[in-house]
T-cell receptor, first 113, second 113 residues
Framework: DGGITQSPKYLFRKEGQNVTLSCEQN?????MYWYRQDPGQGLRLIYY???????QKGDIAEGYSVSREKKESFPLTVTSAQKNPTAFYLC????????????FGAGSRLTVL | KQEVTQIPAALSVPEGENLVLNCSFT??????LQWFRQDPGKGLTSLLL?????REQTSGRLNASLDKSSGRSTLYIAASQPGDSATYLC????????????FGTGTRLQVFP
């Protein structure tokens, strides 16, 4: 079955550590996205990639980094520069940039201790 | 600033009731509007997408309407069931960047038997 796989589902990190969240899709989608969700708030766009080897900052990119070396993979690194990294992170993809019909992964919950 | 608001924040209804969820947006020049469902601790599932030129979309027991001039959309759920219990989010996009969805904070729905 086609879909998006995010790992790990739960992650605990000490302050000052970088962590990388994995996002893999087998849908042959061109565009991929990372969102952050906090309690009581809507999803906010961190980074997105319209095509391989290209990515753009979203609304809250500070303290995060991404890469898109392969079409199916879009990992997100939460760096120590992110002031409040505890959140639920969602990866999504769409057939092409701007298609808007997104397929989401199940999410990764990051807790900073 | 473009904002999306959803009212009510939470709703609890008995099984079988018809119900309406509301979404309002500050900038009416949207490209499209989308309704999503999110189960606890999970990713989002796209329910309905309405293009700016459309007035409504239907899928099964769900009907979404769009009134651009008033900056509003409603999601109508007919004959609600316990399986409809979830958080419902709306999101809008604008033509200047169709990759960027602006999400509301969601309505948490509980349907009890």
């Amino acid at each position: 079955d086609g879909g998006i796989t995010q790992s790990p589902k739960y992650l605990f990190r000490k302050e000052g550590q970088n962590v990388t969240l994995s996002c893999e899709q087998n849908l042959n989608h061109d565009a991929m996205y990372w969102y952050r969700q906090d309690p009581g708030q809507g999803l906010r766009l961190i980074y997105y990639s319209q095509i391989v080897n290209d990515f753009q900052k979203g609304d809250i990119a500070e303290g995060y980094s991404v890469s898109r070396e392969k079409k199916e993979s879009f990992p997100l690194t939460v760096t120590s520069a992110q002031k409040n990294p505890t959140a639920f992170y969602l990866c999504a993809s769409s057939l092409f940039s701007g298609a808007n019909v997104l397929t989401f992964g199940a999410g990764s919950r990051l807790t900073v201790l | 600033k473009q904002e999306v608001t959803q009212i009510p924040a939470a709703l609890s209804v008995p099984e079988g009731e018809n119900l309406v969820l509301n979404c309002s947006f500050t900038d009416s020049a949207i490209y499209n509007l989308q309704w999503f469902r999110q189960d606890p601790g999970k990713g989002l599932t796209s329910l309905l997408l309405i293009q700016s030129s459309q007035r409504e979309q239907t899928s099964g027991r769900l009907n979404a309407s769009l009134d651009k001039s008033s900056g509003r959309s409603t999601l109508y759920i007919a004959a609600s069931q316990p399986g409809d219990s979830a958080t419902y989010l709306c999101a809008v996009s604008y033509s200047y960047n169709t990759d960027k969805l602006i999400f509301g904070t969601g309505t948490r729905l509980q349907v009890f038997p």
